[in-house]
């Protein structure tokens, strides 16, 4: 079992930034691949950005593309997200994932957070 606990989330204006956080416990972080995924209200689930395990693989949603930066620090067990030039559109619950293979799709993750609102306003 790999437990993930997100942080960082909050209110902010548009064009602000915000630093996620998700601390992992349990199996070997390092193993694992991570990725970060957002929920809207009344909106399914999408995929946000990924990282592999060693942090040489890296995607992004296009809609986050050049704004949101996802690093991670093995050595603290710790994946970040960065969000910049944040948008009303941003806003949603943002949860991390941890699984085998990294992936753009939620089906690739087996450990999921339990979440961290992001409100954007206008």
């Known amino acids: 079992q790999v437990q993930l606990v997100e942080s960082g989330g909050g209110l902010v204006q548009a064009g602000g930034s915000l630093r996620l956080s998700c601390a992992a416990s349990?199996?070997?972080?390092?193993?694992?691949?991570m990725g970060w995924f957002r929920q809207a209200s009344g909106k399914e689930r999408e995929f946000v950005a990924a990282?592999?395990?060693?942090?040489?693989?890296?995607f992004y949603a296009d809609s986050v593309e050049g704004r949101f930066t996802i690093s991670r620090d093995n050595a603290k067990n710790t994946v970040y997200l960065q969000m910049n030039s944040l948008k009303p559109e941003d806003s949603a619950v943002y949860s991390c994932?941890?699984?085998?293979?990294?992936?753009?799709?939620?089906?690739?993750?087996?450990?999921w957070g339990q979440g961290t609102q992001v409100t954007v306003s206008s």
């Open positions: 994932a941890a699984g085998v293979v990294v992936g753009t799709t939620d089906g690739r993750y087996q450990y």
């Open positions: 349990g199996r070997t972080f390092i193993n694992y691949a």
């Open positions: 990282i592999s395990w060693n942090v040489r693989t890296t």
